[in-house]
């Protein structure tokens, strides 16, 4: 094949990310396969083909491939311990060099994006990988100054202005200038998805925005500065606006974007109307990065029950973001 793949990591060798993978390549024609590549373990990948019931073919990418067959690069790490559901630094080395090896063929235009399936935060860092997860990995590995966590779902997208960090240090996290940032990178990702004037809503941090300071000053010191100057540039942005409030309006209708100030205020709503829809994708990276937005689920891992819906609405995201080029 000439057309660059798209490349999927398998993520953490003793979660669900094999099986996700692998029953999502499963659920699609057999020629459009041959779209992906798969960095990973083989031999994690054959065995998850085996618990989920699964006769595919791996095969080596650049060799002559079987039409259908799952086409795998194999990053070969020393002490993988074989199983499902082992929590082990072995494996978080293992995830962060799938990772590393994505980087390296999207970086050299060897690859269109990559797909991400999930790691184990705790097994990365046991690895001496000192990441809060796939986020500030890829904006280290790419050089990126900075990166976003966006939540995509059908009828609702939030993008947050801080992720992986304690609440306090969310509040502080939230200045005029980050809020502006958020602000523009959304508009410019919404724009590149055909959205001619993305509608944005802002979402404020304290109860009813402090209420004119009666529950804290934040959202007037820091939250309505940064939407002020998004306005003064001409952006189609509003708020701050209650919490409690902004997410059912855009999940009707009234906005495309929420920008949230921190990880549970975006998480929580998507999570709930779309817990198997919603597509976590990186902006502000020199490569497009899609995941999953689910974890490893180690309970479940090597039982072939993991539910492969959030990777094929991930691989769908991928190839859209793909068709728009960069």
């Given at each position: ?199 944005i809503a802002v979402a404020g941090i304290n109860p009813h925005c402090g ?16 939407i002020s100057l998004a306005q003064a540039e001409g952006l189609n942005v ?79 995201y991928a190839d859209r973001m793909a068709a728009t080029g960069r």
């Amino acid at each position: 094949m000439t057309v660059k793949p798209i490349v999927i990591t398998m993520g953490d060798p003793s979660g669900v990310g094999a099986e996700v993978t692998v029953k999502a390549m499963a659920a699609l024609p057999p020629a459009d396969r041959a779209r992906y590549v798969v960095i990973g373990d083989r031999p994690t990948l054959a065995r998850a083909l085996t618990v989920c019931g699964l006769e595919l073919t791996l095969a080596d990418f650049g060799d002559a491939v079987p039409e259908g067959a799952i086409r795998v690069i194999h990053v070969p790490v020393k002490g993988l311990p074989g199983r499902f559901g082992v929590q082990s630094p072995a494996c978080g080395e293992a995830s962060f060099r799938f990772i590393e090896r994505a980087v390296q063929m999207t970086m050299g235009d060897a690859a269109l994006g990559i797909v991400t399936a999930p790691i184990n935060k705790e097994a990365l860092n046991a690895a001496g990988h000192h990441y809060d997860g796939h986020t500030g990995m890829l904006a280290h590995l790419t050089g990126a100054a900075s990166s976003w966590m966006l939540l995509a779902a059908p009828t609702l997208n939030v993008l947050h202005v801080s992720t992986h960090v304690s609440l306090r240090d969310a509040i502080g996290r939230a200045t005029p200038q980050r809020v502006l940032e958020t602000i523009r990178v959304g508009h410019a990702h919404l724009l590149r998805m055909g959205l001619e004037n993305p509608r944005i809503a802002v979402a404020g941090i304290n109860p009813h925005c402090g209420e004119n300071g009666l529950f804290g000053h934040e959202d007037d010191d820091q939250i309505a500065p940064g939407i002020s100057l998004a306005q003064a540039e001409g952006l189609n942005v509003q708020g701050p606006i209650p919490a409690d409030t902004v997410y059912h309006r855009a999940n009707t209708g009234g906005f495309d974007l929420v920008v949230a100030q921190y990880h549970d205020q975006g998480h929580i709503p998507i999570k709930l109307i779309a817990f198997d829809t919603a597509v976590n994708v990186s902006l502000g990276l020199p490569i497009d990065r899609c995941s999953v937005d689910h974890g490893t689920a180690f309970d479940i891992a090597g039982t072939g029950k993991a539910n492969h819906i959030n990777m094929l609405a991930a691989l769908d995201y991928a190839d859209r973001m793909a068709a728009t080029g960069r």
